[in-house]
């Protein structure tokens, strides 16, 4: 299994993305955990006041990932976008923990850092610029494992810097290194990664801004994304109310809830090189329909659950099932505008902002109607609504491919 990664990271461009994309999740790992906690304990901000930032921040993200994606294209370099994009995850950093003021923190959030968050999109049109030129056994693992890269820093990194910040008057070092990691992005950029290869002019898509923005509201890509919407969504309802269940339910402790989503994460890491292998012998289709079934069946066994022993049992299934959403639908969402590298791309952005938006709508339907436990099962309904549009769409090409 490892060898097919081994042969993908031999290509230059393929490894110093991986690396960059490593360092990008440093940066929101040593910050996301603790943002909260600086913004509404620190700078004061109302829980009201920091939703509605949070809000506009997801919004102007997803813009900036769809623009910068177009213009990438559009120029066939997404070597200076990168560039570009990491000044600004070094300027937000750097201007929330350096003016460490209320008004320094909202332009840092609102203006500079959503901008740097379209960096993710960015380094997988990157790779894809590449890997289309690289054999088929290669191409099939690449974004599983540069994928990979970003569920590593979130095992190693949210503890790390809260046990070097635990004595700390305040959490803001984190910002420093968050900054400290955008410094790296930009160092692995300007001096290690390759000009992407040129393309003719006669070959090199030319597509005007307006016909692209078109591009994504096809009403094919539309459904589609709207339905991977629907399965990523899992991944935030079992964020919402895992903690929930398991402490007000299974009568279980902070601590499980640590140890739980901890145990998960490593798995992750380890069944994303096992979907990347599966994926070129039975398709995205079929392979992202089981990896979100196991997840669904997941949630809604969770919402069974009745003690802590029987959600550590169930950490195999949900680190199978999240590895398989976190990593498949990444190229799946890229094929639906195959020819644009950097529009195809973006969707990735626009999943995660759609998928938190039908989260938030389950969690308060769930809620309103039933406890966490039924919150949990409806958020497996979702997916499994989500697979079932997947199938009834592509499942028969799928089928004849294979």
Not at 116 to 137: C, D, E, H, K, M
Not at 205 to 234: D, E, Y
Not at 311 to 322: D, H, R, T, V
Not at 374 to 388: D, P
Request: hydrophobic share 55%.
């Amino acid at each position: 299994m490892l060898s097919m990664y081994a042969a993908a990271f031999r290509h230059t461009p393929i490894r110093v993305s991986a690396i960059a994309i490593f360092f990008f999740g440093l940066a929101g790992a040593a910050t996301t955990p603790f943002q909260s906690v600086i913004a509404i304990q620190e700078f004061g901000l109302s829980d009201a006041a920091y939703s509605a930032v949070i809000l506009f921040a997801a919004i102007i993200n997803v813009v900036a990932s769809v623009v910068i994606g177009i213009f990438s294209d559009r120029l066939g370099d997404y070597r200076r976008a990168l560039l570009m994009v990491s000044c600004f995850g070094i300027a937000g950093s750097g201007l929330i923990y350096f003016g460490a003021n209320t008004v320094s923190f909202l332009i840092g959030l609102l203006a500079l850092l959503p901008i740097f968050g379209a960096l993710n999109s960015l380094i997988f049109a990157n790779v894809r610029a590449y890997a289309v030129t690289l054999p088929g056994n290669e191409f099939a693992g690449i974004n599983a494992a540069v994928r990979a890269m970003i569920s590593l820093s979130w095992v190693l990194v949210p503890g790390l810097v809260g046990m070097f910040l635990a004595h700390a008057g305040s959490m803001l070092p984190a910002y420093l290194i968050a900054m400290a990691a955008c410094v790296v992005c930009f160092g692995l950029f300007q001096f290690a990664l390759p000009p992407t290869p040129l393309v003719s002019s006669e070959l090199k898509p030319k597509v005007p801004f307006m016909a692209s923005i078109k591009r994504i509201a096809r009403p094919g890509v539309v459904i589609r994304l709207l339905a991977i919407s629907l399965i990523t969504s899992m991944l935030h309802v079992n964020a919402a109310v895992l903690p929930l269940v398991t402490t007000d339910i299974a009568g279980g402790t902070l601590t499980d809830v640590g140890v739980i989503i901890g145990m998960v994460a490593v798995l992750e890491i380890v069944f994303i090189f096992f979907w990347g292998r599966m994926e070129p012998k039975y398709g995205p289709v079929r392979t992202i329909g089981a990896g979100s079934i196991l997840y669904a069946a997941y949630l809604i066994l969770l919402g069974q659950s009745s003690s802590p022993m029987h959600i550590y049992a169930l950490c195999l299934i949900s680190g199978l099932g999240a590895a398989a959403i976190i990593s498949l639908p990444i190229t799946y969402l890229q094929e639906l505008i195959p020819d644009l590298a950097g529009l195809g791309s973006s969707l990735i952005s626009v999943n995660l902002f759609v998928s938190a938006g039908i989260s938030a709508i389950l969690f308060a339907l769930g809620t309103y109607v039933s406890d966490y436990a039924g919150t949990s099962i409806l958020g497996g309904l979702a997916g499994i609504l989500g697979v079932a549009l997947v199938y009834g769409l592509d499942g028969r090409r799928a089928a004849t491919v294979n």
